[in-house]
């Protein structure tokens, strides 16, 4: 069990915005407490047009990107429908599908981890989720293949949670597809994860049919606030992501130089497979021991993987170090 002070690199957040960036976050909140946010964070939805140059109606803001996904299940795909997805993905989709009572078709990812090309099995849905970067592996779908699924007509579901350390967000897209709805979220890139504020992206139509399934007032005023404030930063989130993709490329070739075989990631993590010498759960188990947090994988396909949260220079370091000793 992870305790406080743990180097925690198994939930994929952001280490690297510094000090000054929270405290001017901080003190930026000062929302009206006694009166109800107003209509979806009406004022947040601007901020965010005004950030990507597009329509405030474009937008929905939900409790964390996973409030929006759950609300797609129910909003997207009717009772009789199916929403597909590909597997290895996000691994709380199957939870929203159970939650909503609604069916999903897991598609298998290629031996290689990369998307399939759509066959008729896309016919029998109403909707499908693309997670690109998709967790585990960090790899994105290629833009040809993205577009050719796009043309079938179903709604597709861009979950984008990683969107920002991505070379390309395939956001004007929607301008080509009314089908196409992205997922975003404060908690990766911004470092916001304790605020619980993630968005849809899509056409006007899709966002008010995703409104009249949320729950009213469900994002509070005191983390609207917040993700607004962010948005004032943007260049210092821009700033951390380049540090945490160069920070990626190191640990990457030290892991490699240690055995490792890592896949690679357009994300802040890597989904790597360790030397033969040490099983996955052997690894969690030593590095616990030390307070270094990792993730490891039940799913027969991720066995012999596990992912590794690209923490700062200085928690590099310690993992670098505690797997020397390990190994
Ligand atoms: C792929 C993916 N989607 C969505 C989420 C949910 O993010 P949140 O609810 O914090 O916005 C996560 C969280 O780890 C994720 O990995």
């Known amino acids: 069990m992870a305790e406080k002070g743990d180097i925690r690199l198994d939930l994929n957040e952001n280490f690297f915005l510094p000090a ?40 929905v803001v939900g409790n964390g990107s996973d409030e929006i996904l759950d609300t797609l299940f129910k909003s997207m795909v009717s009772p009789q429908g199916k929403m597909g997805y590909y597997v ?17 078709v897991s598609i298998p990812l290629k031996s290689d981890f990369s998307v399939p090309v759509p066959g008729h099995k896309l016919e029998e849905l109403d909707s499908l989720i693309i997670c690109s970067p998709n967790n585990p592996t960090g790899l994105m779908i290629d833009e040809k293949h993205l577009r050719a699924i796009l043309e079938n007509g179903l709604t597709v579901v861009l979950d984008q949670a990683y969107g920002e350390y991505a070379q390309r967000d395939y956001i004007d897209l929607l301008k080509d597809f009314s089908n196409l709805v992205i997922v975003r979220t404060f908690s990766k890139a911004w470092g916001l994860a304790g605020i619980r504020v993630g968005y849809s ?122 797997l020397e000793d390990i190994l």
């Open 88 to 104: 290895p993905s996000y691994e709380f989709l199957e939870f929203f599908a159970e939650r909503n009572d609604r069916e999903t």
């Open 201 to 322: 992206i899509s056409s006007p139509e899709t966002s008010m049919r995703l409104r009249d399934h949320m729950i009213p007032f469900s994002t509070n005023s005191i983390s609207s606030t917040a993700a607004r404030s962010a948005l004032k930063h943007a260049d210092t989130m821009k700033g951390c992501v380049e540090r945490t993709v160069e920070e990626r490329s190191r640990l990457l070739e030290e892991l490699s130089e240690h055995g490792f075989n890592s896949i690679p990631s357009e994300a802040n993590f890597l989904l790597s497979r360790p030397p033969a010498s040490i099983s996955p759960g052997k690894l969690e188990e030593e590095l616990e021991r030390r307070q270094i947090m990792i993730k490891t994988f039940e799913m027969n396909r991720l066995k012999n993987y596990v992912r590794i949260t690209v923490g700062n220079p200085e928690m590099n370091v310690e993992l670098i170090d505690a």
């Open 20 to 59: 000054e960036y929270y405290d001017s976050i901080t003190d930026d909140i000062s929302p009206e407490l006694s009166t109800y946010p107003s209509e979806n964070c009406k004022e947040l939805r601007e901020d965010l047009a005004e950030f990507y140059d597009l329509n405030l109606e474009q937008f």
